[in-house]
């Protein structure tokens, strides 16, 4: 028998969440125009997001606050003339990607994991992202460069862990994830399927039936880590995903960046651990920024954060403290952040 819900992807009819991805706002002058803010600024966003266009579901912007310039959803999001400032220290690969390669689409950095680009589309573009200039189109691992990475995760019983991640691997449909972890399944040493999505929080319309019904039928044991920086990203619609999600039997983690103006105090982090609590998601990282051009406005002191998680420690059960990470191009694994003696 042939579900409904399967039927709902075919391309003659967009399911709603491709639907409301399509509908995503592109255009600067048309987000100020919905937030109710002044145009001035328009000239330096389109010079920013000439490098690296707007893009943001509705959904997520219905979200902010109308008439705040500095809202902590918007400054995630918004283009701005300080991402034109060029810094010697912040560079176009800061995470060492492109060394890590293992040919299209694989990047293995650390024992027993290897993280597959799925894809290189997401429904948000995140201004801060470390994968802001990551060269996708030859890098990723779309369908029929896959078998290369799957030949490759085969060959190599040392991986148990295949953690999906792009771009945001949930933008591809239903069906290629099927076929996807369907492959996955056959090879005898992969244990766990990661899948490192923020596609749940900024378009929760992509946590369907159809979704559901894929996860569910996945054998493998899952996790999904997803990405939060900001308790107000969490609303009824993202709960309610979390909770569906959660019911597929998935472990559902977070990782955060912390970013300046927009997560830097002690009330958001731990007003946002408390929201990913309440939405049954556990904090995992929260990791300091990748020194990517065009991000150096969001950069927070790491002696700065070291003094957040303390205070964090005094205020919350161990469980709701995130370990604050580094990524460093080379380590075995991402480098915990202490205050130097
Ligand atoms: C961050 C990352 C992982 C995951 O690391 P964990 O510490 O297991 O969360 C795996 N592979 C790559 C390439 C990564 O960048
Ligand atoms: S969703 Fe993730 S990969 Fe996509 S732009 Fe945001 S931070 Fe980058």
């Given at each position: ?21 399509a ?80 040919g ?34 030859e890098?990723?691992a ?19 862990e ?17 076929q ?21 929080i900024?378009?929760?319309?992509r ?117 604050l ?17």
């Amino acid at each position: 028998m042939i579900a409904a819900t399967s039927l709902s992807n075919q391309p003659q009819e967009p399911a709603r969440w491709q639907q409301a991805l399509a509908d995503a706002i592109t255009d600067p002058a048309e987000l100020l125009s919905v937030l109710g803010l002044d145009q001035g600024s328009l000239p330096g966003m389109r010079a920013a997001a000439r490098d690296f266009p707007l893009r943001v579901p509705r959904g997520f912007v219905a979200r902010m606050r109308r008439g705040d310039p500095f809202d902590p959803l918007l400054l995630q999001i918004l283009p701005t003339a300080a991402e034109l400032i060029a810094r010697a220290d912040f560079g176009t690969d800061p995470v060492g990607d492109l060394g890590s390669r293992q040919g299209a689409g694989l990047l293995q950095k650390y024992a027993g994991r290897s993280l597959l680009i799925a894809t290189g589309a997401c429904a948000v573009h995140c201004r801060y992202c470390f994968r802001r200039h990551f060269p996708y189109d030859e890098e990723t691992a779309s369908s029929h460069a896959w078998q290369g990475a799957l030949d490759r995760l085969s060959a190599d019983s040392a991986v148990q862990e295949v953690i999906l991640s792009g771009g945001d691997p949930l933008s591809l449909n239903d069906r290629r994830l099927a076929q996807l972890t369907t492959a996955l399944q056959d090879i005898p040493h992969i244990k766990r399927l990661r899948i490192h999505t923020r596609q749940p929080i900024v378009l929760p319309e992509r946590v369907d039936a159809g979704l559901l019904d894929w996860l569910a039928g996945v054998r493998l044991q899952k996790v999904i880590v997803l990405h939060v920086n900001h308790a107000r990203e969490i609303d009824g619609q993202v709960v309610k995903a979390c909770q569906d999600l959660a019911g597929t039997g998935a472990t559902l983690l977070n990782q955060s960046v912390l970013l300046a103006g927009i997560n830097d105090s002690v009330e958001a982090l731990s007003d946002l651990s408390e929201a990913l609590m309440a939405a049954g998601v556990l904090p995992y990282y929260l990791h300091v920024l990748d020194r990517v051009s065009g991000a150096s406005h969001f950069d927070v002191q790491e002696r700065v954060a070291c003094d957040l998680i303390d205070q964090l420690v005094a205020r919350l059960p161990g469980y709701l403290v995130p370990k604050l990470v580094r990524e460093v191009p080379g380590m075995s694994s991402k480098t915990p952040v202490t205050k130097s003696p």
